[in-house]
């Protein structure tokens, strides 16, 4: 069945490094979207990887690895503003993106 | 209008009563998605439309009903509200099926 795995929630020290990772499970792979949700707000557009390897987009990056089923997103030098849930969505075989219940990452000063 | 926008905002609902939440972006997108956040299932896909004119169900279709009659609109009907369809709505679309989805602002339901 399909099933995208993250955990539930993390926490961090402003400056630092965080690594958020995600698994999946799906029918077919079209390639794979990060997304930050505030609270309160609507989720919007970190990094899509569709080939295996590591993509990087200024303080965030975003890998891939198609034969394991894994990705993580990689943020650095973290920020207050970076406090946020980030969402995993995979694009299944069939064009339809299914989605992880998301990350919330804390950051402390 | 810039982006994609919904309406109302937030809405309180008697148990019974039809609604329809309205979606409208301005970016000539051919897919628009209906979804619902509830706390700790992430979103989940209601209906969607790949082009003007059709529409498919999603993983959480039951008590919805949507309609696709031009490409800026995607209102979403609740024929009869329930308390279980107490949640966030989000409408989003994309150029085509496999490209990044732009989120409207959300509206927040409440069936009492």
């Known amino acids: 069945g399909q099933n995208i795995d993250q955990p539930t929630e993390m926490t961090a020290t402003e400056g630092a490094i965080v690594q958020i990772n995600c698994t999946y499970q799906?029918?077919?792979?079209?390639?794979l979207f990060w997304y930050q949700q505030h609270a309160g707000e609507a989720p919007t557009f970190l990094s899509y990887n569709v080939l295996d390897g590591l993509e990087e987009k200024g303080r965030f990056s975003s890998f891939l690895s198609r034969s394991k089923g894994y990705s993580y997103l990689l943020l650095k030098e973290l920020q207050m503003k970076d406090s946020a849930s980030y969402l995993c969505a995979v694009v299944e075989g069939n064009y339809q993106l299914i989605w992880g219940a998301g990350t919330k990452l804390i950051i402390k000063p | 209008i810039a982006g994609i926008t919904q309406a109302p905002t937030s809405q309180i609902l008697a148990a019974g009563r039809r609604m329809t939440l309205r979606c409208t972006q301005d970016m000539r997108h051919n897919a628009m998605y209906w979804y619902r956040q509830d706390l700790g299932l992430g979103l989940r896909l209601i209906h969607y439309?790949?082009?003007?004119?059709?529409?498919g169900k999603g993983e959480v279709p039951d008590g919805y009903s949507v309609s696709r009659a031009n490409t800026d609109d995607f209102p979403l009907t609740l024929a009869s509200a329930v308390p279980s369809q107490t949640s966030v709505y989000f409408c989003?679309?994309?150029?085509?099926?496999?490209?990044?989805?732009?989120f409207g602002p959300g509206t927040r339901l409440t069936v009492l």
């Open positions: 799906t029918s077919g792979f079209n390639g």
């Open positions: 989003a679309s994309s150029a085509d099926s496999n490209n990044e989805q732009f």
């Open positions: 439309s790949n082009t003007a004119g059709t529409t």
